[in-house]
């Protein structure tokens, strides 16, 4: 049972346009999420989280929406950069079972940025 | 301030040999955390660690796995026996404490199994 689900495995942008990476959850125990970002045999690099109580967080050229009543999140990387080809990771946390601290992750999506 | 060091980066072993994996957490943390990523898939939760305790190893296989963080050095991953199944990449976070606090992840062992 995929908790976190990322249904897109690739997706390919020019450089300097926008790339929307998008991720949903069932488990509405969650409270906070987040991006990683990962290149080849590397550990994954924390990008950015929101919790719960926004729906909107921004960092740079980094913004991370939210909608819970879609139980829907969404990366936008506004330019992006060649450097910005890797693996992003959505994850997700709760207390579920009354943890905080277990990461829930979806598959992944191979962002592709081309100059 | 160095990161979440792993080591060994590659390990192979053949069927029924043990592998042990280690990790130091970043300097300050004390929470240790091991994720197991398939091919193909995401990462998984495996175990949750403390110095000396075991807080929650319910993602971890009953058998053949094992995982502790002594009060002096590394966080080890033990696994026995292993079995082609075991072939994956192995990643160690850390954290400063629980809740809304960032983990930050190792750069992975990958293990191979022949």
């Known amino acids: 049972d995929q908790q976190v689900k990322q249904n897109s495995p690739s997706l390919s942008v020019q450089e300097g346009r926008i790339s929307i990476l998008n991720c949903d959850y069932t488990n509405s125990m969650f409270d906070y999420f987040l991006w990683y970002k990962k290149y080849p045999a590397e550990g994954p690099t924390f990008l950015i989280s929101?919790?719960?109580?926004?729906d909107k967080n921004e960092d740079g050229r980094f913004t991370v929406f939210l909608n819970k009543s879609a139980k829907h999140l969404s990366l936008h990387i506004v330019p992006s950069q060649p450097g910005d080809s890797a693996v992003y990771f959505c994850?997700?946390?709760?207390?579920?079972?009354?943890?905080?601290?277990?990461?829930?992750f979806g598959k992944g999506t191979l962002l592709t940025v081309n100059p | 301030n160095a990161g979440v060091m792993q080591n060994p980066r590659h390990l192979v072993r053949r069927r029924g040999q043990e592998a042990r994996l280690r990790c130091s957490p970043m300097?300050?943390?004390?929470?240790v955390y091991w994720y197991r990523q398939l091919p193909e898939e995401g990462l998984k939760f495996m175990v949750y660690?403390?110095?000396?305790?075991?807080?929650?190893e319910s993602g971890m296989p009953k058998e053949r796995f094992s995982a502790e963080f002594p009060k002096e050095g590394p966080s080890i991953l033990r696994i026995q026996q292993v079995v082609r199944g075991d072939s994956a990449a192995y990643f160690c976070a850390s954290s400063l404490s629980t809740g809304n606090t960032e983990a930050f992840f190792g750069q992975g062992t990958r293990l191979t199994v022949v």
């Open positions: 929101i919790s719960s109580i926004k």
């Open positions: 660690l403390q110095k000396e305790n075991i807080i929650d």
């Open positions: 994850a997700a946390r709760g207390y579920s079972g009354g943890s905080n601290y277990k990461l829930t």
């Open positions: 300097k300050g943390h004390s929470h």
